[in-house]
């Protein structure tokens, strides 16, 4: 029903086979011989020659080796699905994890839904990649047909707003995989409720964020120990990359001291503990998705290469002093 609801063709090449017994499920792949195999979920099979229940560590092992070792010998690939853990990890715990090629995370985000047209956002993420690397993202959009990719993320999770941004807005352009995208990065300080200030940060590392924050008080004097900080990216995807240091550090700035960015500036660079500014790659890239969405100014360390081709006002620091300074035009 759902495939005739997508319009897919080709029905008559799918078989389903509704049993959990591994030994009823090798009969079909045997009698059938398909090329492709979906297995849902990994938790639900079992074999009597396990000898426990379904689901156990012991069931799990024992069933994905044989369905592993089918399709090695049979020229075929192989999914398995399986339930994960409050913690996002694969329930067992990731003992799976060595007999497959590659770990695929599909993670629903609800918060980009306003951000994406109203259709909520769905990521896939690799862990474990044994052919390639794991810093690529999928991104898509669930509508009426089904998923479908998003085309352009440059502009997924930044939020359109008229007139000047609040203070403690900063958008930074980061790199997801090979791809560079502009993210909002929201910052809220506020006195301290107890004797030690905390940091409240999911989609970016807190340590990275106590880090950024020693840093501003070490080299600008900005007063922030005493204060609890909140950081949040808008459309709830976390980053990792080290190159929205500067962009965090501007935001935590500007929440401070109630004195917010300039609009149409974007960021880019890594933080060090000394203060000083370092580049980071693919700048080009970054500069020119920025321009490609309206951005006419971009505040980065000094290339160590010159770049030509961008239409945007590049805006040089050496540290984060003088990054405050340049972009404020006020003494720090």
Not at 12 to 21: A, H, K, L, M, Q
Not at 86 to 104: F, N, Q, R, W
Not at 261 to 271: D, Q, T, V, Y
Not at 291 to 314: D, V
Request: proline share 3%; aromatic share 4%.
């Amino acid at each position: 029903m759902r495939a005739n609801r997508l319009g897919l063709g080709g029905l008559e090449r799918i078989e389903v086979i509704c049993t959990g017994n591994l030994e009823e499920i090798e009969m079909t792949l045997n009698a059938v011989k398909p090329s492709l195999i979906l297995v849902d979920s990994a938790q639900t099979i079992f074999s009597a020659d396990a000898g426990s229940a379904p689901g156990t560590v012991s069931q799990m092992k024992y069933c994905a080796y044989e369905l592993v070792s089918w399709v090695k010998e049979h020229d075929s690939a192989l999914f398995l699905a399986a339930h994960v853990t409050k913690e996002g990890l694969i329930a067992g715990p990731k003992l799976l994890e060595h007999l497959v090629d590659t770990v695929l995370y599909f993670e629903q985000n609800d918060k980009a839904a306003g951000l994406s047209g109203g259709h909520d956002c769905r990521f896939l993420r690799a862990s474990k990649n044994r052919f390639g690397s794991v810093d690529e993202i999928g991104i898509f959009t669930m509508g009426e047909k089904g998923l479908l990719p998003v085309d352009d993320i440059g502009a997924l999770f930044l939020v359109r707003r008229e007139g000047d941004i609040p203070a403690g807005v900063a958008t930074a352009a980061v790199l997801e995989g090979s791809r560079a995208i502009l993210v909002e990065i929201q910052a809220l300080t506020i006195p301290a409720k107890g004797a030690v200030s905390r940091v409240f940060s999911d989609k970016i590392d807190s340590g990275r964020v106590s880090r950024v924050s020693a840093a501003l008080e070490k080299h600008l004097g900005l007063r922030l120990s005493d204060q609890d900080l909140y950081v949040n990216i808008a459309g709830g995807i976390r980053i990792t990359e080290v190159g929205v240091d500067l962009a965090l550090a501007c935001a935590l700035y500007s929440a401070r001291t109630a004195l917010a960015l300039p609009s149409g500036l974007a960021i880019a660079g890594e933080l060090s503990l000394t203060g000083e500014l370092r580049p980071v790659n693919r700048l080009a890239g970054r500069i020119k998705t920025a321009a490609n969405l309206g951005f006419h100014s971009f505040l980065c360390p000094k290339p160590e290469a010159e770049i030509t081709e961008q239409t945007t006002t590049l805006k040089h620091a050496r540290d984060i002093k003088s990054a405050i300074q340049l972009i404020m035009k006020t003494p720090v």
